[in-house]
């Protein structure tokens, strides 16, 4: 489990009002998955640890621009880095943002679909 999980914490409960850093911090994350590539990315990473030509392959771009994007997903929080010898290795941080891409993409397959809405 990831370190940041293991610590106490206490989500924001229905009908409490939002702390201006969690809505601060909530939009960023967002803004983040808004974009095609980075999506694509992030879901590639739901498997397990990769590396950049991997991704790049999974997202249909070049390596560089893997690299570019990974690189923003570092910084905001989203993944994870680490160094294999000269390759660098790539992970979701943490079950919130592998939940939270696994109900973005059921959305989108219902919204496409024409199914209904889970209850």
Do not use: F
Not at 42 to 60: D, F, P
Not at 102 to 107: M, N, S
């Amino acid at each position: 489990m990831d370190p940041i999980d293991q610590r106490p914490h206490r989500h924001a409960t229905p009908g409490e009002p939002l702390a201006d850093a969690q809505v601060g911090t909530a939009v960023a994350a967002l803004a983040m998955l808004a974009e095609p590539t980075r999506l694509r990315l992030l879901w590639a990473l739901r498997e397990g640890e990769l590396g950049v030509t991997a991704l790049a392959e999974a997202a249909g771009c070049s390596p560089t621009a893997a690299s570019q994007h990974l690189s923003k997903l570092r910084i905001s929080g989203l993944v994870d880095q680490r160094a294999e010898g000269r390759a660098r290795l790539y992970r979701l941080r943490g079950a919130h943002l592998r939940r939270l891409l696994d109900e973005v993409v059921a959305h989108a397959d219902h919204t496409l679909h024409g199914l209904p809405p889970h209850a």
